[in-house]
């Protein structure tokens, strides 16, 4: 159950998950922003169809849906990673304080 004891453990949690959503959110912004890109300066090139019969719009769209999921995946295997790792580093110091 991810539980830290001290306050400089949940700060410094704390740290490396704000980084790597901060990190995570400037990746999909600049693809969001590739989208808004064309939009605004060659809103034509939406228009045009893609394999699968979507035009470029739709298509971007979704992935952009998608790859919104995929992040959010990647942040929830990444934070859970970090959770497990300080957990381990202080039953690590608990055993080692125990065992003096």
Do not use: W
């Not at 790597?20 to 300066?41: E, H, N, P, Q």
């Amino acid at each position: 159950m991810h539980v830290n004891n001290t306050s400089t453990e949940k700060e410094s949690l704390t740290k490396r998950k704000s980084v790597l959503g901060i990190r995570l959110f400037f990746i999909y912004l600049i693809c969001y922003a590739g989208f808004v890109v064309i939009g605004v300066f060659q809103y034509e090139l939406l228009a045009v169809q893609v394999p699968g019969g979507l035009n470029l719009a739709l298509a971007y769209g979704i992935g952009l849906i998608i790859f919104a999921v995929i992040l959010g995946v990647v942040y929830n295997y990444y934070c859970t990673k970090y959770e497990d790792e300080a957990e381990a580093e202080q039953s690590n110091e608990i055993e080692e304080g125990g065992a003096v």
